[in-house]
């Protein structure tokens, strides 16, 4: 077995998440795929027809990661994250394939860098980019990066925007939903919201429990209902702040279907319109503002949840997102075609649309 020999060394690479040149489980995998190929041979039945593979034509843009550094923090601080403290690079991979997923953008998943010290954030934050940027050189178009930045410290986040998008050659930018109470329209974040703007940056946002309201229900973790509200109410920050109609060229990209988004049109418009400030901004109107943005299908890749997301948002703003390891991109993919998209929509949605937004990725 190979093992680690940094930060966690003495761990098996498929434990510690390190980058080897060939993981033992895809050798495993391959031994397995060649067992089969020879069988096929032997009993006159070729290996196309003993195992077809789907065709890897998606991009996955809700696809999450952990380096070792990131394990670490995760078992030290008891964050209990039993999926992604058992990744592995071939784990995901093999998942990619089993999905039809060509190419996964990979980014932190909650509970993201800081947990209240400004220099440990920052260090992990480049810890994470730079191990992106390996597994993306390690493995040629299977990954793409988000980078990730240490907020609360805006000075900080600059920096690593600038080194990520500019040396490290990232697709965007990967945030949380707030940080330390603050959602993304606060005031505090406007330099950041300025220099991404300026970029036209891709920034994709996920949901972490939330300052306000985590452990609310005995038995029910956050994940299950707090995780999309926590996303509706860093758009609505976006929204009612202003930022969305100042900043207009940062592309948003929003887990879950948007939360709950989808299901607050009516309550969100009627507070648009009591805005003289925002009707001047973006005259079209509300939905209009929200039809901007773009929405994973990430976890909303069934019928009741689709049915009100392609509803809202046009089908170049929805983008393919499984959200691996916490669920499989399979199980995504066969979800978007029993819904019954037409072959254009799935082709859009699964490929052309992130591609049309990074264009480094097609």
């Not at 000075?155 to 930018?173: I, Q």
């Not at 202003?242 to 507070?271: C, Q």
């Amino acid at each position: 077995m190979f093992q680690c020999n940094g930060p966690m060394g003495g761990l098996s690479l498929a434990r510690c998440g390190c980058i080897p040149p060939l993981l033992p489980d895809r050798l495993g995998r391959r031994a397995m795929l060649l067992g089969a190929a020879a069988l096929g041979i032997a009993s006159g039945v070729s290996a196309t027809d003993a195992q077809t593979p789907p065709e890897r034509f998606r991009i996955d843009v809700h696809h999450h990661y952990t380096s070792p550094a990131l394990l670490a923090m995760m078992k030290g601080r008891r964050t209990h994250q039993t999926f992604n403290e058992e990744w592995t690079v071939g784990k995901s991979l093999d998942a990619m394939d089993r999905g039809g997923v060509g190419t996964a953008v990979v980014s932190t998943s909650d509970p993201g860098v800081w947990f209240g010290d400004f220099d440990a954030a920052a260090a992990l934050a480049r810890d994470c980019n730079e191990y992106q940027a390996r597994l993306i050189a390690d493995h040629p178009g299977r990954f793409g990066m988000f980078t990730t930045v240490p907020l609360p410290d805006v000075d900080m986040a600059l920096r690593e925007v600038a080194y990520s998008l500019d040396v490290l050659k990232a697709h965007g930018v990967g945030v949380m939903t707030s940080y330390a109470g603050k959602y993304l329209g606060d005031p505090a974040f406007t330099p950041l919201m300025e220099e991404l703007n300026r970029r036209k940056a891709v920034v994709f946002v996920h949901p972490l429990g939330s300052a306000c309201c985590s452990n609310l229900l005995p038995g029910v973790p956050d994940q299950v209902v707090e995780y999309n509200s926590e996303t509706s109410r860093t758009v609505a920050s976006l929204a009612f702040s202003g930022t969305l109609g100042k900043y207009p060229d940062i592309r948003f990209i929003f887990s879950h279907g948007g939360g709950t988004v989808p299901y607050l049109v009516a309550r969100f418009e009627r507070l648009f319109n009591s805005r003289p400030d925002l009707k001047a901004m973006t005259p079209d109107g509300c939905v209009a503002l929200l039809r901007k943005l773009y929405f994973d299908t990430a976890q909303a890749f069934n019928e009741f949840s689709m049915a009100s997301l392609t509803r809202l948002m046009p089908t170049e703003h929805i983008l393919y997102g499984s959200d691996f390891p916490a669920a499989m991109p399979d199980a995504t993919s066969k979800g978007l075609e029993a819904f019954g998209l037409s072959v254009a929509q799935q082709r859009a949605i699964g490929r052309d649309n992130a591609a049309a937004l990074m264009p480094a990725l097609a």
